[in-house]
């Protein structure tokens, strides 16, 4: 069975319907973008697949055992406050909150976690620094660790990059081929397809009627992938 | 001398004043981190004055000895209106609360006219009691309970409020009842608002909350460490202002925000001295590698 499975899934936010009739399914350990311009639906997507917003039709399953609130999600940059007072152990500890039930603490277990995904992601020497003095490349590593903390399966992310230059960029990418290599399954929103295709494995293209959905190589080969990918390197 | 004659005359008054000084600025401190950083520091500013009219309300029932069990239940269900406002976006939230409080205002002053009372008890609801040693046993032991109840519920909840308040969309994808949430901080700004008023009086009771928040954030970048400092800098703020009201035979409630204000500058001097040392150390800061993964 599917990690997750779309099923002819319709979507509006405020009104407007922003998907219709939607049908894919997400394999364990593949790497899909939802990739497309500005109110496309990529993000509204996203959020139904978190649970933060209601089907309007259809419905979403979820296999292999995964729980809607054990997806790791790492939200757009300007969510969060710049001027937040945490340190950065304390925000990648908040990842394993799903973990704790009913607990009022954190116990020796999410600290465990959170200590390893901080090892792996080389944040252990930031780990008492402020988040908010940190550049933003090296906060998006702390989200993507709680991220990590909050799944043990599948991974979303919203415009990771955005506001990063390239190097960074290049860097975190990185970081994410080689968590999805270990076996995380991952699905993100972007609006830079080129980066999106270089990584992912399957995309999905909302705004076209009807919605590209297929694996990396027919998009590049499809007359919607051409124009994007055309557009983008210009 | 005064401070003395007050020690040897009303030790038990003082010490009832000290207790419900000591719970009051402790839960006003804890929640205030939260309620600025979630932006909400004007529903506290608002609430205060709802708090002013309930009491009005209270005192035209002739039930001014046990007022807060009057005033808690309109303040609680005023908190959940403006939360709810600012939340489903039905009305801007600034206006709401703008609304809301004037109203009360009028209402208050109209109510306290009427119910042909003194002058000084509207300047009691606005100001802070002259002494808290006028505190009832009623309304006395309802603050403790309360206070009580609010320190437990926000320790039992930290890492959740922490969660929540940092990033409500990531709380909410990984379970947390971000709704719930909401509504817990609203009732428990609502009665933070209800028992710090009869220390410091409507208009001021919201910057029992929100200075010691905002004056530790100047110095600590840590939410731990930004908690103790605001409710350490809450107490210290409130047993100066407290025997320097004595001191100066003043209300107490202008002497404790008075030392607050105080408070707030210098911690802003430490933290934008802090800042300057702080900078010119960064600029030699090595970067780490990335990922010891590959």
């Not at chain 1, 790492?74 to 394993?96: H, R």
């Not at chain 2, 000084?120 to 100001?127: A, K, P, T």
Request: aromatic share 8%; proline share 4%; with cysteine.
């Amino acid at each position: 069975m599917a990690l997750l499975t779309f099923e002819s899934v319709g979507l509006s936010y405020g009104g407007d319907n922003v998907a219709h009739d939607v049908s894919f399914s997400v394999q364990a350990g593949e790497f899909w973008g939802i990739v497309g311009e500005n109110g496309s639906g990529k993000t509204t997507l996203m959020k139904a697949l978190l649970g933060l917003i209601p089907c309007a039709s259809g419905r979403i399953v979820m296999g292999e055992g995964l729980k809607p609130n054990e997806i790791g999600y790492l939200p757009q940059s300007s969510a969060i406050q710049k001027d937040f007072p945490a340190s950065v152990y304390e925000v990648v500890l908040s990842g394993t909150i799903g973990w704790r039930g009913m607990k009022p603490f954190y116990g020796r277990r999410e600290r465990e976690m959170a200590r390893a995904n901080m090892d792996m992601l080389g944040l252990l020497p930031l780990a008492k620094h402020s988040y908010q003095e940190l550049s933003g490349g090296q906060q998006q590593r702390v989200l993507l660790a709680r991220a990590l903390c909050a799944t043990r399966k599948c991974l979303v992310l919203d415009e990771p990059t955005t506001g990063l230059d390239p190097v960074v960029t290049a860097e975190f990418y990185k970081l994410l081929n080689e968590i999805n290599r270990r076996g995380m399954t991952v699905v993100m929103v972007s609006h830079d397809v080129g980066e999106a295709v270089r990584s992912c494995s399957h995309i999905l293209h909302p705004s076209c009627h009807p919605p590209f959905i297929g694996t990396e190589a027919e998009y590049r080969n499809s007359p919607i992938g051409r124009k994007y990918l055309k557009e983008t390197a210009v | 001398m005064m401070l003395a004659s007050y020690f040897q005359n009303m030790p038990e008054i003082m010490i009832r004043a000290l207790v419900v000084g000591t719970l009051v600025s402790l839960c006003a401190s804890l929640l205030g981190v939260t309620l600025v950083l979630k932006r909400y520091s004007m529903i506290g500013d608002g609430l205060s004055h709802v708090g002013f009219g309930a009491l009005a309300v209270a005192t035209a029932l002739h039930v001014g000895h046990a007022s807060m069990a009057v005033s808690l239940p309109i303040v609680m269900a005023a908190a959940f209106v403006l939360m709810w406002l600012t939340e489903k976006r039905r009305m801007q939230g600034d206006a709401a609360i703008a609304v809301l409080s004037t109203g009360a205002i009028a209402i208050g002053t109209l109510l306290f006219r009427l119910s042909d009372n003194q002058y000084q008890d509207i300047c009691n609801s606005l100001f802070g009691t002259a002494s808290m040693a006028l505190l009832s046993d009623a309304d006395m032991w309802i603050t403790v309970g309360v206070s009580v109840a609010v320190l437990l519920l926000f320790i039992l909840f930290y890492t959740r409020i922490f969660s929540v308040t940092f990033d409500t969309s990531f709380a909410k994808a990984t379970g947390v009842h971000v709704g719930v949430y909401s509504m817990m901080l609203a009732a428990l700004t609502a009665v933070t608002v209800v028992i710090g008023m009869k220390m410091v009086g409507a208009i001021m009771v919201s910057g029992l909350i929100i200075f010691p928040a905002l004056s530790a954030m100047r110095v600590c970048k840590r939410f731990r460490s930004v908690m103790i400092t605001s409710a350490v800098l809450s107490l210290v703020c409130f047993f100066t202002g407290f025997f320097l009201s004595l001191l100066i035979e003043a209300q107490p409630g202008p002497a404790i925000i008075a030392v607050h204000v105080l408070a707030f500058l210098v911690c802003s001097l430490v933290g934008f001295l802090n800042n300057r040392i702080r900078a010119r150390r960064n600029r030699s800061i090595v970067v780490e590698p990335p990922c010891k993964a590959q």
